[in-house]
């Protein structure tokens, strides 16, 4: 690279780790610490060099159709230069390396192999590491990191839509969306960073090695993506057998099959239980005892037509112990609804979209705020 003469004037002993030409004489290179612009003569302007210091706040991108506009935000103000819009893809990756690197967010000598930028959605692929950010800044201070050695599984979902990127830190699924049209390009950066980290060929490989790191942990494999905590108890437990008969269901067969518990002798079809053959032998007594005494007690008889028998009573509280066991077990049968994968995974994408929808609110609120801070500034001054 052929440095300017203002250019090199500007470096102050330091090294360009990086540079885009653009169109004519211009460029854009990049230090330790800086980003420096440097536009050649023309007919409308000198020849120049701005300087963009990496200790920045926000980086904002907008794009028309011959120019991508980047808008810098510092402390002490705002700053912004532009390029032609066909350099603008390899000028935020320039940009961003410096600004991540002075941040500390990536290592020093670690690269930014690609950035793609979507309505809401900033994805940064660097050697080591994802960076996701949330918003239409393509840099703030709200950024998440997912380092490369914490995956523990990567996979990709494709709808007509969108392509999801799942990728599992620590046993716990991390989803991308990005839109279709992208879905290859962004898999095959993906793919390559990560096999190119882990020194593997392909995507079934990674997840085998990554898997044999993740089996030493708790994580157990049949675990859903999304914890409920420990004070909620789960609807179905091993103690509980939804297919084992209810305690009082042999008592209510018996009781609806007067065959079986008729006879004085106990023959049928089915085994009474205790409480039937109590009654049954109740039964029998009370009849020898009518018999030896002859009805001479007719107290006896008129007491008998004035209540219940034994039988009807054992009868009717056989009847009432069995109902509530039989409605019990019936019931918790029928209220038994499994939680299934594809409910859990509906779960996880429904949280993934208001984990989104509040951070773009928080970033409205924040723009707002510094809207109102400026205001108050200005009213002061």
């Given at each position: ?14 090294a ?14 990049r230090?330790?610490t800086?980003?420096l612009?440097y ?12 300087e963009?210091p ?6 904002g ?6 120019k ?12 912004s ?11 935020l990756s320039?940009?961003l ?8 967010v ?8 690609g950035?793609?930028?979507f ?6 692929v660097?050697?080591h ?6 918003g ?5 201070e709200?950024?998440e ?10 996979a990709?979902?494709d709808t007509?839509?969108a392509?999801s ?12 969306k ?14 390559e960073a990560?096999?190119a980290?882990?020194?593997v060929?392909s995507l079934?490989?990674l ?6 790191d993740?089996?030493g942990?708790?994580?157990?494999s049949?675990?859903s ?7 909620i ?6 103690d ?11 008592v209510?067969d018996d009781?609806?099959?007067p065959?079986e518990t008729?006879?004085a002798d106990g ?17 029998a007594?009370?009849?020898?005892s009518?018999?030896e ?9 008129r007491?008998g037509e ?13 009847a ?6 039989d409605?019990?077990?019936?019931s918790r049968?029928?209220a038994?609804?499994p ?12 949280l993934?979209?208001?984990?989104e929808?509040v951070?773009r609110?928080?970033?409205l609120?924040?723009?707002q705020?510094?809207?109102i801070?400026q ?7």
């Open positions: 690279m052929d440095v300017p003469d203002l250019v090199r004037e500007a470096l102050d002993d330091e360009v780790e990086g540079h885009v030409s653009l169109d004519n004489e211009d460029i854009v290179c230090t330790p800086r980003t612009v536009t050649g003569d023309g007919l409308l302007s000198d020849e120049q060099v701005e963009f990496h200790d920045l706040e926000r980086v991108v907008s794009e028309s159709r011959r991508t506009k980047f808008v810098c935000e510092y402390i002490d103000g705002t700053r230069f532009t390029v032609p819009s066909s350099y603008g893809d390899a000028v320039l940009l390396e410096g600004v991540l690197r002075a941040e500390s990536v290592d020093e000598d670690e690269s930014v192999v950035v793609y930028r309505s809401e959605l900033t994805l940064i660097a050697e590491r994802m960076v996701k950010l949330v239409e800044l393509v840099w703030s709200d950024y990191v997912y380092p490369y050695p914490d995956v523990t599984g990567l990709f979902e007509t839509v392509t990127i799942v990728v599992s830190v620590d046993g716990r699924p991390q989803r991308v990005v839109p279709s049209d992208e879905g290859p390009l962004v898999r095959q950066t993906v793919e990560l096999f980290h882990y020194d060929a079934e490989e997840n085998r090695v990554v898997g044999d993740e089996a942990t708790e994580a157990d049949d675990t993506d999304i914890d409920f905590g420990d004070d108890d789960p609807l179905v437990s091993d509980d057998d939804p297919l084992a008969p209810a305690a009082g269901r042999t209510s009781a609806r099959d065959g008729d006879t023959s049928g079809t089915g085994a009474p239980d205790d409480r039937s053959m109590e009654g049954t032998t109740a039964s007594s009370a009849g020898r009518d018999a005494t002859g009805g001479e007690e007719p107290a006896d008889s007491s004035d209540g219940p028998g034994p039988e009807a009573e054992d009868a009717h509280t056989d009432e112990s069995a109902d509530p066991g409605a019990g077990g019936e049968e029928d038994v609804d939680v299934t994968e594809e409910d859990l995974a509906a779960i996880a994408d429904h993934e979209e208001l984990t929808a951070d609110q928080n970033e609120l924040k723009r705020h510094r809207a801070k205001l108050v500034d200005q009213l002061q001054d």
